[in-house]
């Protein structure tokens, strides 16, 4: 062994010593995730061939694969994908807004949350996708709709967590803060707000899937323009291929949706990681 | 401060939010918005004579068919994934877009396929809540402490045994949260599939109603679906605490 060759990488080096063929355990397991893509679609394939089921309910793989090639170059497709994101990111915004400032009051608030706490779990476990035909009555199938129900779905999550963030702020903290008589400034900007900074993250990520998750409910069923709407009006036509690669790329932008975010989280709360890693 | 404080204060907000919407509505001519008293009124006529205790069985029905399902399934398969990181890495990245999929989107295709009965309900239903569940198994299952496994192990503990007595308890506080977050996805699917293609069913009998302007039987059937997303939430909570009892008196100990 001589200086200049690569080192292993540091995770991979005992589990290579002890398996002779020497293959990196990334590169077997791209293989086999590979293998498993190729027996999903195989399968489908298989399914969809024998006519189990009609074309019309489960199309080839190779038809939804060219609709899914196709909708690149489409631009219904990118506008109706800009409609849905632009719409369950600003219902997003909205409610992750309210549910913090709510959040924040009640968690801090031993009174609050008492006088709260049914309305809040009525709030919490209300099926919000339900509100849709009263929202149109009021508002209409417009696109306000989608974002005002969207932002009523992303309240709840949001205020939860941000109470149980408030709440587990380690009492000798508290007391410490109290024995020092730390401002209320001080202490909201460096004892309460970094607490529930990390509950409030994971909140926002699990109230961004749920944005998604309504905006592309409202769009179904309310024909609110966006991708939703393009699903159910593909498969109403009878093109089921078409709505399979708009189901596809639906996954796809919450897939990028969730990403984004835990990118942001890791950056915004870099000094939280560092200091469980240490702990 | 005393119980009885505490409860009059718990109760104080509901009581004071609907008798303002009862009062501040009474007089409303709003086609949208009738006074709660024709609400109260209509929910009412509709249960106890109307289709709304039917249509509200049925849509009971699909969901706990579904839920079961999901619970059976998501547990197993993610249970068999948290045991085995081998299988787990290679079907990561599968599970990861699964789970992004908005579940309602495939409710048209679904209903496309199957048809307006029950079994596309119970498969919408089933596969949304399946995904919180088996995420939240997989993360229980590997987060059993080592040392539990190496002792069941020791004293050469079946393997069947050691799922049901090591593996399987300690998961389920995590099982529990997944099949929560399930409970709620469980709801909105059903709620969805209703009124994306069906002629019985809660979401049905709110659609239909806002479609005819019937706007009382609207809020009506809007209501009684937040009453039952709230009951269906506590009674899990319920059983939780109750299944759980072992667990939290062992956290409260420490």
Redesign the interface.
């Known amino acids: 062994v001589t200086a200049t060759q690569t080192p292993p990488a540091p995770t991979a080096g005992p589990r290579l010593a002890r398996r002779p063929t020497g293959v990196p355990t990334r590169l077997r ?1 791209a293989g ?2 590979l293998g ?2 190729v027996v ?1 679609v195989g399968v489908w394939w298989l399914v969809a061939a024998t006519g189990a ?1 009609s074309a ?3 199309p080839m793989p190779s038809a939804v694969a060219d609709e899914v090639v196709r909708l690149i170059a489409n631009g219904v497709f990118w506008a109706s994908v800009g409609e849905t994101a632009r719409s369950a990111a600003l219902g997003l915004l909205i409610g992750a807004v309210i549910g913090l400032v709510a959040g924040l009051a009640i968690g801090t608030s031993r ?1 609050l949350a ?6 809040v ?2 709030g ?11 929202m ?3 508002l209409g199938a417009t696109a306000r709709m989608e974002i005002t129900v969207i932002a009523i779905g992303a309240v709840w999550p949001v205020l939860v967590q941000t109470v149980d963030g408030c709440r587990a702020v380690a009492p000798a903290v508290g007391e410490m803060t109290r024995v020092f008589r730390i401002g209320w400034r001080q202490r909201w900007l460096f004892v309460v707000l970094p607490g529930t900074a990390p509950y409030a993250a994971t909140a926002i990520r699990v109230a961004a ?1 749920l944005s ?2 309504l ?3 409202v769009e ?2 309310g024909g609110v323009p966006g ?2 709407q393009q ?2 009006q593909a ?2 036509n009878g093109a ?1 291929a078409l ?2 690669g ?2 596809l790329y ?3 932008i ?2 990028t ?2 990403a984004i975010l835990a990118r942001i989280e890791r950056r915004l709360l870099r000094w939280h990681t560092a200091s469980r890693v240490a702990a | 401060m005393s119980r009885l404080r505490r409860v009059a204060l718990t109760l104080a907000l509901p009581v004071v939010l609907l008798v303002a919407w009862w009062f501040g509505s009474a007089d409303s001519t709003s086609v949208y918005l009738p006074p709660l008293s024709q609400i109260w009124s209509a929910l009412w006529t509709d249960l106890a004579h109307g289709p709304l205790l039917g249509d509200l069985g049925l849509s009971l029905e699909n969901l706990a068919i579904g839920y079961a399902v999901a619970v059976v399934v998501g547990v197993t398969i993610g249970a068999g994934l948290g045991l085995s990181p081998q299988l787990s890495r290679l079907l990561h990245p599968y599970v990861e877009y699964a789970r992004s999929l908005p579940q309602v989107a495939f409710v048209p295709l679904i209903v496309g396929a199957l048809g307006i009965g029950p079994a596309p309900k119970v498969l919408s239903i089933a596969l949304g809540c399946v995904f919180p569940i088996l995420l939240n198994a997989t993360d229980g299952v590997r987060s059993v402490p080592a040392g539990y496994l190496a002792m069941a192990r020791s004293h050469r503990t079946p393997l069947w045994t050691r799922l049901r007595l090591v593996v399987l308890p300690a998961a389920l506080p995590q099982i529990f949260s997944g099949m929560r977050v399930a409970l709620g996805v469980g709801v909105v699917v059903m709620v969805v599939s209703e009124i994306y293609g069906s002629t019985h069913g809660l979401g049905y009998y709110i659609l239909s109603s806002e479609q005819t302007f019937a706007s009382a039987q609207t809020w009506a059937g809007t209501i009684l679906l937040g009453v039952v997303g709230y009951l269906l939430s506590q009674l899990l909570r319920l059983s939780e605490r109750r299944v759980l009892r072992w667990h939290y008196a062992s956290r409260a100990a420490t």
Do not use: E
């Open positions: 397991d086999g995730v498993i893509g999903l089921l019309d309910l489960l009174l008492d006088a709260t706490s049914v309305v779990d009525f919490r476990s209300f099926p919000i996708i339900g509100l849709l035909p009263v149109t009555l009021f899937s998604l998750l905006a592309v409910g179904v069923l991708v939703g699903i159910a498969q109403q089921t709505a399979f708009y189901v639906a996954g796809v919450g897939m949706l969730s």
